[in-house]
């Protein structure tokens, strides 16, 4: 028989988080600090909104684009929290999940050959989206000692005749890293004078711990060259309700819009009437969470002290990423003997780009007490090493 398969698909790696908790599900009595996902329930109120939609048969087919009350939220949060102006009805997509707005995004936008910059260690799907879309993918190596932020002079360096696209993925999964206004100001310079265009994804802005994110397309020149993701699943803690949305220049969100129409059709319905409680009512909600992941973020950065664990301070989303290179071990050896000796599962860092070696990547969205736990062990590990 002929081989089924497509040969781009073939040559594209698994995910290196999920690879290493297939192990973890094999295994009793293991604390996983390796998931990006909220542990708090979806505030009630958000959950009586999606119920009430069912329960009132509200579970047909919207708009391709989305309800119109959920863009018109969405373009009302984007102006009081980001300053950031869109047009409801012509400049926004609700996605499934922000991942699909990225799928959409770089299929909409390459065609083969182009070239896309890939700032890393970053979210694991940016590069094999890229592949998919017959676009070319670049890394760009973030350095520790920039605490991981992309500068202008690392951009100018990767920029061929072949760039069209920069993903900006800030605040960062998986470093925690995030973007200042002078850093963004720098970055988008050289993209009007290169004549770029920007993906940013920004699926952590609610979650900085000091300084308000500062988006680059509020910057000037730059809204009509940006495409703005953003979702419900961190901020809201709705990963389920699988719930994103892009904005961006009409001319390319009606292109995304007609690839959405033939592969999805529309974002699920009840998510929907719950994602306008959310961004109507779901502030405080927003400022709780956000209170309890800095507490624990604050936590662990000294529990790393104490234990003499190399970790830079992160300012966003829910993540650490310490450093393990002064034991002699890859960061898959590290992860591995921790998740076989003390029960402990952590993402190598090498999962989220090659340049993640030596790393780890450790998620605070997880309860105090696991977390004390899951470091108690961590500490004796890194005693006995």
Not at 38 to 53: N, V
Not at 222 to 247: D, H, P, Q, V
Not at 298 to 310: S, T, V, W
Not at 355 to 360: A, K, M, Q, R, S
Request: with cysteine; charged share 25%; glycine share 8%.
């Amino acid at each position: 028989m002929r081989d089924p398969l497509g040969k781009k698909v073939k040559e594209i790696q698994p995910s290196g988080i999920r690879k290493f908790f297939d192990i973890v599900s094999e295994m009793e009595d293991v604390i996983s600090l390796g998931v990006g996902e909220p542990d708090f329930d979806t505030p009630w109120h958000i959950r009586d909104e999606g119920i009430y939609a069912l329960e009132k048969g509200k579970t047909f087919y919207t708009s391709n684009s989305g309800l119109k009350e959920l863009r018109i939220e969405i373009c009302r949060y984007l102006k009081r929290k980001f300053d950031l102006e869109y047009d409801p009805l012509h400049e926004v997509l609700v996605t499934v999940g922000g991942s699909e707005g990225i799928d959409l995004a770089l299929r909409a936008m390459l065609d083969p050959g182009d070239e896309v910059l890939i700032p890393q260690p970053s979210y694991v799907s940016y590069l094999p989206c890229t592949l998919l879309a017959d676009g070319v993918p670049v890394t760009i190596e973030l350095k520790e000692e920039n605490q991981f932020r992309l500068t202008a002079g690392e951009l100018l360096e990767k920029i061929t005749d072949r760039t069209k696209i920069l993903v900006l993925p800030f605040p960062n999964n998986p470093t925690g890293a995030v973007m200042r206004k002078e850093d963004l100001e720098a970055v988008a310079e050289v993209v009007k004078e290169k004549d770029l265009y920007v993906i940013s994804d920004e699926i952590y802005s609610e979650l900085t711990y000091g300084a308000q994110h500062v988006s680059i397309a509020a910057l000037p020149g730059m809204k009509e060259r940006t495409l703005t993701i953003n979702g419900f699943s961190k901020s809201y803690a709705m990963t389920g309700w699988r719930l994103g949305y892009i904005c961006g220049p009409r001319e390319i969100t009606e292109q995304m819009t007609k690839i959405h129409q033939y592969a999805i059709m529309c974002a699920p319905t009840n998510s929907q009437y719950a994602a306008v409680q959310a961004l109507k009512n779901g502030d405080r909600d927003v400022t709780v969470m956000r209170e309890a992941y800095n507490q624990r973020r604050r936590y662990l950065m000294y529990a790393f002290k104490e234990m003499g664990l190399p970790c830079f301070e992160p300012f966003g989303a829910f993540y650490v990423f310490p450093s393990v290179k002064k034991f002699g071990m890859t960061s898959e050896e590290f992860a591995t003997r921790l998740l076989e000796e003390e029960h402990v599962a952590v993402v190598p860092g090498t999962a989220f780009g090659d340049c993640g070696e030596g790393f780890l990547r450790i998620s605070y969205a997880y309860s105090l007490e696991a977390l004390k736990e899951a470091l108690g062990r961590l500490g004796h590990f890194v005693k006995k090493l």
